[in-house]
C-alpha cells in the first residue's frame, strides 16, 4: 500500500518502476508525430474540434487549483498577471476588428503587431520581475536582456514573432507537466526529462522528410486558414506540409498533456475532477465556491457551444477560437512563473 | 562676307558629321522591382497540352496592389523586412539588450575574469550573429538550394517547390518575349568531364 502525502495541496505518491510511464510517453510522442505526418489537415480538422475547448476546460480548472485564496505577498503579481491578462487580451481580440475597420498599410500593420508583441514582452518581464522578488536566492536579472533582445528581433519581423508565438506555446505544457512531476512524483522526473530529448528528435525528423514534400492542397478556406495559422505565407519556401505536421504534433502534446497527463498525474481531487469542493479556493472555508462553480460551469458551456460551433461553421468558429484562445496562451505564463 | 559664310557652313556641316558618328548613348538598364517574394513549384504534367502559370489569388492581390502603387516600396512576404523606424527601434532595443547584459556581466561577483571573457565574446559572437541575419536577411539556406535537384526531378517527373522573386522588368531587357523564369542553377559536369 503506498502512502500519499499532500504537498501545496497536491497528493504524491511514490512508484516502484518508470518503465510504464516512460513507454506510454515515447508511444505518445511518436503515435503523435505519425498521425500530424501522415494526414495533417484531416487529424488537425478532428483534433481542434474534440480537443480544444476541453483542454480549455482543463487549463482553467488546473490554475483554480493554483489560485491562492488570499494573494497576501504576491498581490502586485497576480494584479500584474490579471492587469496585463485583460489589456492583452482585449487589443489582441480588438486588432481583427480594426483591420476590417481601417485601410492602413501593410507596414502600420506590421508597427501595430509589433507593439502589441513588445507589450506581452513588457508584461512577461515585469511578472518575472515581480516573481524574482519573491524568491530572493533566485537570480533572474538575465532575462531583461533576454526580453530587451527578442523585443528586438520581434521589430525586425513582428509576424515571424507571431508565428513563434504558435509554435512555442504548445511546448509550455510540457514544462508545466515537469514542474508538476516533481512535485507530485518525483521519482519520475528523471525518466520524463530523458523523455523529453525525444521531441527535438522527432522534430527533426519531420522537418527533415517533409521538408521537401508537396505543399498541401489549401484550394478551400479551412484548408487554407490551416495552412495560414501554421506559416504558409509568412514562410512561403517552407513545405506547407512541414508546417501543418509539426504545428499539429506540438497541438496534440500540448492536448494530451492537458487533458491526459495532468489530470492523471496529479490524481486532481481523487480523480473526480468534475466535483467543485475538490478546488482549494473553494473548499476553504474563507474561499470562493460559488464564483468557482460558476466558472467551471460556464466554461463547460462554452465548450459544448464550441462544438456545436464546429458542427455549424467549423472554419469561422476556428477564427474565433484561435482568436480568443490568445487568453488561455496568457494566463499559462503567470501560474508557471509561480511554479518555478 | 561670302567666305565667311561659306567657313560657318563648312564647320557646321563638320560638326554634324561628327556628332552623326557618335553613337546613340546607351540608356541605363532601368533597376528591376521586385514585387513579390513567394513560392515557385514547377510540375512536370504528361496530362495537359499547354504550360500554364497558376498564381494564387493573394499573391494576385499583392502583385496588383503594387501596380497601383499601394504595394510600399518592397512587400516582401516572409522574412526579415527593411523598414527604418522598425529598424531603428530594433538596434534600440538590441543597443540596450546588450548594455545590460554587459553590465550584468561585469557586476556578477560570482563569476571569474575567464567566465567573462568567454561572456563577453559570446555577446559579440551573437551580436556579429544578429547583424549578420539582419543585413544578409536570410538566416537558412540559400535559395538556389532547393532548385538543385530540379532537372532530375524533371527527368524522374516529379515536382520540385523552391523560393521566387517576382519582379517587374523593362521590356526592352527581355528581348521580345513576355516573361522568363531564371532558376538558379549551377552547370554540372559529368565524371569524366573537367
Known amino acids: 500500500m503506498q502512502d500519499a502525502t499532500v504537498i501545496n495541496g497536491w497528493p504524491q505518491r511514490a512508484t516502484p518502476t518508470t518503465m510504464p510511464f516512460s513507454a506510454i510517453v515515447v508511444l505518445s510522442v511518436l503515435a503523435a508525430a505519425a498521425f500530424a505526418g501522415w494526414l495533417p489537415l484531416q487529424v488537425s480538422i478532428v483534433t481542434l474540434f474534440l480537443f480544444a475547448g ?18 497576501g505577498r504576491s498581490r502586485n503579481f497576480f494584479l500584474t498577471a490579471f492587469a496585463g491578462l485583460g489589456v492583452l487580451t482585449l487589443t489582441y481580440v ?10 492602413w498599410s501593410e507596414e502600420a500593420w506590421y508597427v501595430v503587431v509589433a507593439s502589441w508583441n513588445t507589450a506581452l514582452m513588457v508584461w512577461l518581464a515585469l511578472l518575472v520581475w515581480l516573481r524574482s522578488r519573491q524568491k530572493p536566492r533566485a537570480n533572474w536579472k538575465w532575462t531583461i536582456p533576454v526580453a530587451l533582445a527578442l523585443c528586438s528581433l520581434n521589430w525586425l519581423g513582428p509576424d515571424l514573432f ?6 512555442v506555446h504548445p511546448l509550455i505544457a510540457l514544462w508545466f507537466l515537469d514542474r508538476h512531476i516533481r512535485r507530485t512524483r518525483p521519482a519520475w522526473s528523471r525518466a520524463y526529462r530523458r523523455c523529453l530529448w525525444l521531441v527535438p528528435l522527432v ?40 508546417l501543418v505536421s ?4 506540438l497541438e496534440i502534446l500540448h492536448y494530451a498533456v492537458w487533458i491526459i497527463a495532468l489530470p492523471l498525474i496529479g490524481r486532481i481531487g481523487s480523480a473526480r475532477f468534475w466535483e467543485v469542493r475538490t478546488v482549494p479556493i473553494a473548499r476553504h472555508p474563507k474561499g470562493f465556491p460559488r464564483i468557482v462553480a ?41 501560474f508557471l512563473l509561480r511554479m518555478l | 562676307m561670302i567666305k565667311t559664310l561659306l567657313v560657318l557652313f563648312i564647320l557646321l556641316t563638320t560638326i554634324s558629321t561628327v556628332n552623326a558618328d557618335v553613337p546613340k548613348p546607351k540608356t541605363p538598364d532601368k533597376a528591376a522591382k521586385q514585387v513579390l517574394r513567394t513560392g515557385l513549384e514547377i510540375v512536370p504534367d504528361p496530362k495537359v497540352y499547354e504550360a ?33 523606424p522598425r529598424t531603428i527601434v530594433a538596434g534600440l532595443l538590441m543597443f540596450m539588450a546588450m548594455s545590460v547584459a554587459g553590465v550584468l556581466i561585469a557586476r556578477s561577483s560570482s563569476v571569474g575574469r575567464a567566465q567573462k571573457t568567454v561572456g563577453a565574446v559570446l555577446l559579440v559572437a551573437v551580436l556579429l550573429g544578429a547583424a549578420a ?58 565524371p569524366g568531364e573537367e
Open chain 1, 54 to 71: 476541453p483542454h480549455n476546460w482543463f487549463e482553467l480548472r488546473y490554475f483554480l487549483m493554483r489560485l491562492p485564496v488570499r494573494f
Open chain 2, 52 to 84: 500554364k502559370l497558376q498564381i494564387g489569388q493573394s499573391d494576385f492581390n499583392v502583385l496588383r496592389a503594387s501596380l497601383d502603387g499601394n504595394g510600399g516600396n518592397a512587400p516582401v512576404v516572409g522574412g526579415i523586412m527593411f523598414s527604418a
Open chain 1, 203 to 242: 522534430l527533426a525528423v519531420m522537418i527533415w522528410q517533409l521538408s521537401l514534400a508537396t505543399p498541401l492542397a489549401d484550394n478551400n478556406g479551412l484548408f487554407w486558414r490551416i495552412t495560414q495559422h501554421s506559416g504558409a505565407e509568412v514562410l512561403p519556401q517552407v513545405s506547407s506540409h512541414m
Open chain 1, 162 to 167: 507571431s508565428l513563434a508565438i504558435v509554435y
Open chain 1, 294 to 334: 460558476c466558472a467551471l460551469a460556464f466554461a463547460i458551456m462554452a465548450v459544448v457551444g464550441l462544438w456545436l460551433g464546429f458542427s455549424v461553421d467549423y472554419a469561422t468558429t476556428r477564427d474565433v477560437y484561435f482568436t480568443i484562445a490568445i487568453a488561455h496562451v496568457l494566463a499559462e505564463a503567470p
Open chain 2, 133 to 190: 541575419i539582419i543585413t544578409r536577411g536570410n538566416a537558412g539556406p540559400p535559395p538556389s538550394w532547393r532548385w538543385r535537384n530540379l532537372p532530375q526531378a524533371l527527368a524522374e517527373g516529379k515536382p520540385t517547390l523552391g523560393g521566387v522573386e517576382v519582379e517587374v522588368v523593362a521590356d526592352d531587357q527581355l528581348n521580345g518575349r513576355m516573361m522568363r523564369l531564371i532558376i538558379p542553377l549551377k552547370k554540372q559536369n559529368s
Open chain 1, 94 to 103: 480588438s486588432l481583427p476588428f480594426l483591420y476590417n475597420a481601417t485601410l
Open chain 1, 246 to 249: 509539426v504545428h499539429l504534433f
